[in-house]
């Protein structure tokens, strides 16, 4: 039995142990018993409340690839781990400056076989520069229904009762924050309309300063307890997750959402050329640089490439430099330490991992991966 359940055994003993000694109700009248009344009164609600079992939260994997087929492996996983809701990218939305117009890219390819036990839900990443680019009303209607229209093409292959959500992914500002509001606010009453929620996720400084970056009009928000860190900085140590960065934003205040939280369990590549950061190299890790000839570790988890050459699919010339940044047991245990802390007792919440790829089945352990959802 986990420490959790454990717990959880412990605490209703303790309650039903408190609330069986619970003094009986004096009934004789007077101001001093009358008094006596509201004290005992309150006491017992007070022990009522503290014995109400919190729900558990639910789990969920993030899935980020184009890609979607599961392995037996990762349908096992998911099975014996409990996860019940996969977060699925679809496409992207950005701006596409050679054709001068709004496109959707990288869009999902499905094989649905392996997803028959698990909700689905659409997520749609729409790039900040983006809603620069919608400059009327009915550019902003257009762009609500062709995304609609996007997901129910993808999602075809779905049993459409079983999307009973959407997500949207942006980094918004305060410059872009009045066109995206008015995105979120068309499409979510779209979708109320086909008995769906909206969902958006939330970045750490926007949950601790919702006065000032606004609150989206949707549903549930998403916390991300990553990208938390100078990415484009070279000094910077791990962008993706630190304890340092984040309890910086402690304590947080109640969001004026239900907050759901997804973890980090990933790693990248941090491509510098010249001093600029050029790119990401998704779901690379030391390991696959060690021992090769045309890398040179010149610091824990720096490189320099020796020969120009070709890597995941990317061009790298002599001379450029790559941090590797990897969320491992330890950082992904620490975030969900934090959220645990920090966020309220919630009726119903999601807790959800970032993201599900063949490396995080070598990388983390089953049992690892468990007492991280046990932690909620």
């Known amino acids: 039995m986990s420490s959790c359940r454990r717990g959880e055994k412990n605490k209703q003993r303790s309650c039903a142990k408190a609330l069986s000694t619970a003094p009986i109700s004096p009934t004789s009248t007077g101001k001093g018993n009358a008094r006596n009344n509201i004290i005992y009164y309150l006491v017992l609600l007070l022990l009522l409340v503290a014995c109400q079992p919190v729900a558990k939260p639910e789990r969920a994997f993030y899935h980020w690839q184009t890609r979607l087929a599961l392995s037996q492996a990762e349908q096992q996983r998911l099975h014996n781990l409990g996860v019940t809701r996969l977060y699925a990218k679809f496409f992207d939305i950005d701006w596409d400056e050679r054709r001068g117009q709004i496109v959707p890219l990288a869009s999902i390819q499905m094989d649905t076989a392996g997803l028959h036990d698990?909700?689905?839900?659409?997520?749609?990443?729409?790039?900040?520069?983006?809603?620069a680019h919608v400059e009327s009303e009915a550019q902003l209607q257009?762009?609500?229904?062709?995304?609609?229209?996007?997901?129910k093409n993808l999602g075809t292959p779905l049993d459409p009762r079983r999307i009973s959500e959407v997500q949207i992914d942006c980094d918004w500002n305060q410059s872009t924050r009045r066109v995206y509001f008015a995105f979120l606010e068309a499409l979510g009453q779209k979708l109320a309309s086909q008995g769906r929620k909206l969902s958006a996720t939330i970045r750490l400084h926007q949950c601790k300063y919702p006065q000032r970056t606004g609150v989206p009009p949707v549903a549930r928000g998403m916390l991300m307890l990553y990208n938390v860190g100078q990415l484009e900085d070279w000094a910077e140590d791990n962008s993706i997750f630190s304890q340092k960065a984040v309890a910086a934003y402690a304590p947080l205040p109640r969001f004026p959402l239900p907050l759901d939280v997804v973890l980090p369990a990933f790693s990248w590549g941090v491509l510098f050329r010249e001093g600029e950061m050029i790119?990401?190299?998704?779901?690379?890790?030391?390991?696959?640089?060690?021992?090769?000839?045309?890398?040179?570790?010149?610091?824990p988890r720096r490189f320099r490439?020796?020969?120009?050459?070709?890597?995941?699919?990317?061009?790298?010339?002599?001379?450029?430099?790559?941090?590797?940044?990897?969320?491992?047991?330890?950082?992904?245990?620490?975030?969900?330490?934090?959220?645990?802390?920090?966020?309220?007792?919630?009726?119903?919440?999601?807790?959800?991992?970032?993201?599900?790829?063949?490396?995080?089945?070598?990388?983390?352990?089953?049992?690892?991966?468990?007492?991280?959802?046990?932690?909620?």
Request: negative net charge.
């Open 142 to 151: 257009q762009l609500v229904q062709r995304t609609l229209d996007k997901i």
């Open 305 to 376: 490439v020796q020969k120009s050459t070709y890597l995941n699919g990317h061009y790298l010339y002599q001379g450029d430099l790559l941090r590797i940044e990897t969320c491992g047991g330890a950082e992904l245990a620490a975030a969900a330490q934090f959220a645990r802390r920090e966020l309220p007792r919630a009726e119903q919440r999601w807790v959800a991992i970032y993201h599900l790829h063949s490396g995080l089945m070598k990388a983390l352990s089953e049992d690892q991966l468990e007492e991280v959802f046990g932690v909620f």
């Open 118 to 131: 698990l909700e689905l839900v659409p997520v749609v990443f729409i790039t900040n520069r983006t809603w």
């Open 279 to 299: 790119r990401l190299l998704n779901d690379l890790r030391a390991e696959t640089l060690r021992g090769d000839a045309r890398f040179e570790e010149i610091a």
